[in-house]
T-cell receptor, first 115, second 115 residues
Framework: AQTVTQSQPEMSVQEAETVTLSCTYD???????LFWYKQPPSRQMILVIR??????QNATENRFSVNFQKAAKSFSLKISDSQLGDAAMYFC????????????FGTGTRLQVTL | AAGVIQSPRHLIKEKRETATLKCYPI?????VYWYQQGPGQDPQFLIS???????DKGSIPDRFSAQQFSDYHSELNMSSLELGDSALYFC??????????????FGPGTRLLVL
């Protein structure tokens, strides 16, 4: 079974600064997908970014980018120019290939953004 | 763009009662997933359906059952409710042939409180 580990329960960043959230995973599969989801106080789960394991290029979505190290099984999220609206719980998630495969989540990192 | 719809948004039940949660996926999405998120925890996969057939099953209690109907909406039926069933229940949907990781899009969740 796959596992996802987020070792930082809480992180803090000043507005306009950059922060990196860590995620490691364990799998014996060679092809899979990785995601970062954001859960603000409303508790809505919002997709931030996704990465296909077969792609060497790191995914980028505006201020959000990932550092995907397949050999190290590491998938960190970098948030640039942090904004107050970025304050939320961030979950890293793993998904096998195949139709209707479930998401396996890490325990989450709570990000606080300060002025 | 249309999103995943869940109803009701809030539900209060007594112990040993039953509850039915409904999920309406994004139009054209053929796969539905159910997750349970307890207080301060990450979402845990319960069950998924692809083209109206059960696809995968996670840590879903025997007291719970679910199905996907011909119009692709899904219902999660919960019987003999226990205090520990109090949680946020998410439905997510995806398009099986949708490309990049068949990204799962989450509904707003149903908050169930069992008294």
């Amino acid at each position: 079974a796959q596992t996802v580990t987020q070792s930082q329960p809480e992180m803090s960043v000043q507005e306009a600064e950059t922060v990196t959230l860590s995620c490691t995973y364990d799998t014996s599969e060679s092809d899979y997908y990785l995601f970062w989801y954001k859960q603000p106080p409303s508790r809505q789960m919002i997709l931030v970014i996704r990465q296909e394991a077969y792609k060497q290029q790191n995914a980028t979505e505006n201020r959000f980018s990932v550092n995907f190290q397949k050999a190290a099984k590491s998938f960190s999220l970098k948030i640039s120019d942090s904004q107050l609206g970025d304050a939320a719980m961030y979950f890293c998630a793993y998904r096998s290939t195949g139709t209707a495969s479930k998401l396996t989540f890490g325990t989450g990192t709570r990000l606080q953004v300060t002025l | 763009a249309a999103g995943v719809i869940q109803s009701p948004r809030h539900l209060i039940k007594e112990k040993r009662e039953t509850a039915t949660l409904k999920c309406y996926p994004i139009p054209r999405h053929d796969t539905v997933y159910w997750y349970q998120q307890g207080p301060g925890q990450d979402p845990q996969f319960l069950i998924s359906f692809y083209e109206k057939m059960q696809s995968d099953k996670g840590s879903i209690p025997d007291r719970f059952s679910a199905q996907q109907f011909s119009d692709y909406h899904s219902e999660l039926n919960m019987s003999s409710l226990e205090l520990g069933d109090s949680a946020l229940y998410f439905c997510a949907s995806s398009l099986s042939a949708g490309g990049p990781g068949e990204t799962q899009y989450f509904g707003p969740g149903t908050r169930l409180l069992v008294l």
